[in-house]
């Protein structure tokens, strides 16, 4: 069972992607997500990119710097912090509202996601089953 944001559940979240043949008939999008304060390994940057040729998730190692775009530019960028990120993906918060109280930025074109929201359906049927078998660490007190 893979740990929430781990480079396990990265590669298995990549291979969720490119075995959903719905996603892949969608609109191109590139959404980077940034999450700080993960258990064991920090702040974790990953792209999920959708396009004609498919769906893919690429991780942008650490040191990488905020600024250095890794592959190609992404179109919205998704920030918050790892409790945030946790309630979001079992369901137990809601984006909007996590948005709306500011434990979660939007950057880039937001509004490249809002013409795209089909897209992010489709990631969420595509990934049920990762979030099924999805452990979550505990975040450290601060």
Not at 36 to 54: A, F, N, T
């Amino acid at each position: 069972m893979p740990e929430f944001l781990s480079e396990m559940w990265l590669r298995e979240l990549d291979r969720a992607l490119r075995d959903a043949v719905p996603v892949s008939a969608l609109s191109p999008i590139v959404i980077e997500q940034v999450v700080s304060g993960v258990p064991g390994r920090g702040e974790v940057r990953y792209r999920m990119q959708v396009g004609d040729d498919g769906a893919s998730v690429t991780e942008i190692a650490p040191g990488d710097g905020i600024e250095q775009e890794a592959g190609p530019p992404f179109d919205v960028r998704l920030t918050t912090d790892y409790p945030t990120a946790v309630a979001i993906s079992r369901g137990q918060e809601n984006a909007q509202i996590a948005l709306a109280h500011g434990r979660l930025r939007l950057g880039g074109n937001v509004d490249a996601l809002v013409r795209r929201s089909e897209v992010l359906a489709a990631l969420d049927d595509a990934t049920a089953e990762l979030r099924a078998a999805t452990t979550y660490p505990s975040a450290s007190p601060s």
